[in-house]
């Protein structure tokens, strides 16, 4: 009796860290993975990756600055409720990594894709985002090689938590992948188009630092202060000489940001001012997915400085069917 009563013990017991060793293969089978995830970007890549297996929810709303989104409490019950929670890091998301960490699951991780993108050596620091200040840019993936190595945390993260559907989020990453690599290469076709002398960006908000080097182009300046209010008259007189020297077509907002000194910029300088780029949020349908952000932002940024907008007409901008 005694001994079968410790046989009983010792495999709950083995059951229990069965259980907290692997929570999501020993839960049920039809439990579905919850994942939160912060910007709309990234929500919608892993959206493409997880397929019908994941549900996830984004505390970030579309059109919101992310840079100063504080959690609200509801966010509190979804973050707790999380089984895998993915943000960007390098530090774009601290308020809400903050509340993540007091609120999750003991076996919830926090993927930080940029960290484990980038080596710290390869951080950038410039202008929105200056080495004293400590934080590094955290717009990673308007540069897709990047993105297409967060799409890899995201498919190995995936497999790893819910082995059952491995096959599924496999193929998804596969077929995700090939769309990026289209878009890769069209974002190369349309800077080619672009006249050599104006492949240069002149933005409000800091967001293009790394995909500036990968596709031939020089941020020259971005002008949202690193507190993001908007910048003094001195800082201001400078661009507008720059941009008159350099003979700069075009400067871009983003509808995120909207701002009154870009206006005054672009009407003293003579260069065109277009507010519609994204690093954030997602474009109305069809082409509401972050492929067609990215789509949306060439076809921008080509007609305004010279080149051919018609460069993107092959990238398909759906979200994988599921
Ligand atoms: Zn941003």
Known sequence: MKISQL????????????????????????????????????????ENVGGANVDVVGIVPNGIDSHTFEPVPADAKILADADIIIVNGLDLELPTIKLAEKVKKSGTPIIH???STLKKEEWQYDFSFPREHGHPNPHLWPNIALTMRYVEIIRDSL?????????????????YLTKLKQLDEAIFSCVKTIPEKNRKLIT?????????????????????????????PREIIRVIEQIKKEKIPAIFGSE????????????????KFIDELSDDELPAKPNNSFIGMMVNNMVIMSDALGGDPNCVVNVDTSNLAH
């Open 159 to 175: 497999v790893e938590f819910d082995s059952r559907h491995k096959k599924s989020y496999m193929a998804n990453t596969s077929t």
């Open 204 to 232: 409000y908000h800091d967001s293009f630092a790394y995909f500036a080097p990968r596709y031939g182009m020089q941020v020259v300046a971005a002008i949202q202060p690193a507190n993001f209010t908007e910048p003094g």
């Open 7 to 46: 046989n009983a013990h010792n495999f709950l017991s083995f059951f229990a860290i069965l259980l907290a060793l692997n929570p999501v293969n020993a839960a049920e089978p039809n439990s579905i993975l919850r994942i939160v995830t912060t910007v709309p970007p990234i929500t919608n890549i892993v």
């Open 256 to 271: 995120v940001f909207p701002s009154k000194v870009m206006e005054q910029i672009a009407r003293e300088s003579g260069a």
């Open 113 to 115: 894709l940029g960290n």
